[in-house]
């Protein structure tokens, strides 16, 4: 299970904004944990942030991005309305009546997302799904003035909604999607800091994955890993009306899921896979094709190809302003891929014999 300090640092992460190309806040609680245990700890000009326990080459990367999905202002009118974008993939219809935070450079500034009431909606309206072109945001300005006094175009916005805990060790919150991998990645780090292997691991908090996984390509570029271990949320399917033939068995509280498919080098998922069995941690197999839609797809074809393994946790309401992820989840990911690293030994081999 998790420890208090583990749970805390978690809602640290979660609590701060960071937005895709916005992530500087979260970034700087992660490398300020990791530097409480890490030999060395860095960051470049992505804002990719890094953390090492130095050993032996080759050298094994562990990666989860930090960013969430957001709101941009594009537009300031002359009543003080602000009009907006998203940042990655909304649910449009989930934004009606959110109270929101505004990433100024003077601090947050607060506001709710409004539309039409819908006592004045028309027929034909009220049979309309939400866009986000008819929504805006009152922060109370008197006149556009005043907004633009406080906001400028171009400001990141996400949902202002705290970290709530529910029964049976649920989690739910805005942005599990994707600082719960960094968190992974980082105290699988921490774990193997306790016993060290022989190996050179680095665990990475990257970039930009909801909107050109530069991140990650980059620092995979970087460091040219001997192998990869990406961590990031995948859909639950024990909720009603979910597509088990599409996606799969998967459940809050059943354990990490490993990926099968193309990105997904088949040796690493093997290892992967015994690590699970030897740390008696139960995993559900999901099937990806084609593409993985996560920072595997950057790293496993970058410079001459590295072997890339894909551990994801199961997550309900993705994109939304409340995910849901179990803790015991969490908690298997960091056991497993710990006991994947520490199995490689001093010379992992992943060529195709």
Partial sequence: MLSEEQKAFLLRLLETASPSGFEEA????????????????????????????RGNAPTVLVEGHIDEI????????EQGFLWFRGIGG?????LTGQRVRILTRNGPVFGVV??????????????????????????????????????????????????????NDRLVARGLDNRMGAFVALETLRALARERPPVDVVALAA??????????????????????????????????????????????GGGPVLDRGSMVHPLVFERLLAA???????????????????????????????PCG??????????????????????AAIRLIARF??????????RRL
Avoid: C
Avoid at 316 to 331: A, F, G, K
């Fill in 341 to 350: 690293v520490r199995d490689l030994g001093p010379n992992p081999d992943f």
């Fill in 90 to 94: 909304w649910d449009d219809q989930i």
């Fill in 114 to 167: 409004g539309r039409k009431p819908a006592h004045l909606l028309s027929e034909e309206e009220k049979g309309r799904a939400s866009r986000i072109k008819d929504l805006w945001i009152d922060i109370g300005a008197r006149d556009g003035n005043e907004a633009r006094g406080l906001v400028r175009v171009g400001d990141p916005i996400v949902i202002e909604q705290p970290p709530l805990e529910l029964r």
């Fill in 207 to 252: 970039t930009q994955e909801e909107i050109s996984f530069l991140g990650a390509r980059a620092a995979a570029f970087a460091l040219e890993p001997a192998v990869a271990i990406v961590i990031d949320v995948t859909h639950a399917t024990d909720h009603p009306e979910a597509d088990k033939r599409g996606g799969g068995d998967v459940r809050i």
């Fill in 310 to 331: 894909l551990v994801s946790v199961p997550n309900r309401y993705m994109h939304s302003p409340n995910e849901l992820v179990s803790l015991e989840d969490l908690d």
């Fill in 70 to 77: 957001g709101l941009m202002v594009t537009h300031i009118d």
């Fill in 26 to 53: 979260a970034a700087r609680v992660w490398r300020e944990e990791a530097s409480r245990f890490a030999d060395e700890v860095w960051v470049d000009h992505n804002g990719n942030s890094f953390a090492r326990l």
């Fill in 276 to 306: 699970a069995e030897a740390e008696g941690i139960p995993v559900t197999v999901s099937a990806a094709p084609i593409r993985t839609g996560t920072d595997a797809d950057a790293i496993a074809p970058a410079r001459a190809g590295i």
